[in-house]
């Protein structure tokens, strides 16, 4: 069975460049996370998707970022303009219902110089 | 405000020790908590916890959740070099379907 697939791996941009994640989910599983996880912190969920729909994006900051899930499957996350804080590992993970055991990707670096 | 707290930050145990974390919470309408071991980037799950004083276990690891107390402790027995990781703890809210992490722990085996 093939992982939670996200690219790219690592991406440097500078302070006020837009950047986009891609994440691709186990093949149906019907809901799919963004995590943020600064260096030293646990992951901070930003956007968790139930198929196509957002079921919670409480900690999503929107006057930047934006994520879509479009026909329920793969995900992109996108920060515009992105600010030095913005620094950290973005995880993609998925499951099949809307609770439970989540299985991760391997995460994308975002260094923000 | 929700929150999950893990005790310790970090630890740093020899070869064949047992070393148990803590994991404590204040969330509202409680559902569940989950370990994870996150080693390079992706964490990997170890366990889910709904019910009180039953343990669940795997190998070396063991886990048990007091719902009464708010708490969840992770036992390793017998540690190897290749327990070194973050162990980081979770808590699901029926409210929302919130999930929320704490810091983790740090913990390094020495050989």
């Known amino acids: 069975e093939a992982g939670v697939a996200q690219s790219p791996r690592y991406k440097i941009i500078e302070k006020r460049q837009s950047v986009a994640f891609w994440c691709n989910p186990i093949s149906g599983h ?3 996370y963004w995590y943020q996880q600064i260096l030293g912190q646990g992951p901070k969920l930003l956007i ?3 198929n196509n729909g957002v079921v919670d994006d409480s900690q999503l900051p929107k006057d930047r970022f934006s994520a879509e899930r479009l026909k329920g499957v793969d995900s992109t996350l996108k920060i515009q303009p992105a600010k030095l804080e913005d620094s ?3 995880l993609c993970a998925s499951s099949l ?3 439970g055991e989540q299985y991760f990707g391997p ?3 975002l260094t923000v110089t | 405000e929700d929150k999950v707290v893990q005790s310790p930050l970090s630890l740093v145990v020899h070869e064949g020790d047992t070393v148990t974390l803590n994991c404590s919470y204040e969330v509202t309408n409680f559902r569940s908590l989950l370990w994870y071991k996150q080693e390079k980037k992706a964490p990997t799950f170890l366990f889910m ?3 009180s004083g039953i343990e669940k276990k795997s190998g070396r690891l063991s886990s048990i959740l007091d719902k009464k107390e708010l708490f969840s402790i992770l036992n390793i027995t017998a540690t190897q ?3 070194s990781a973050v162990y980081l703890c979770a ?3 029926t409210r929302d379907d919130k999930i929320i992490f704490g810091k983790g722990t740090r913990l390094h085996i020495l050989p």
């Open chain 1, 48 to 50: 968790q998707f139930q």
């Open chain 2, 49 to 51: 916890l709904t019910s």
């Open chain 2, 81 to 83: 070099t290749g327990d």
């Open chain 1, 97 to 99: 219902g809307n609770f």
């Open chain 1, 88 to 90: 950290a590992v973005y």
């Open chain 2, 91 to 93: 808590v699901e809210a």
């Open chain 1, 107 to 109: 995460g994308t670096r």
């Open chain 1, 30 to 32: 019907a809901t799919l």
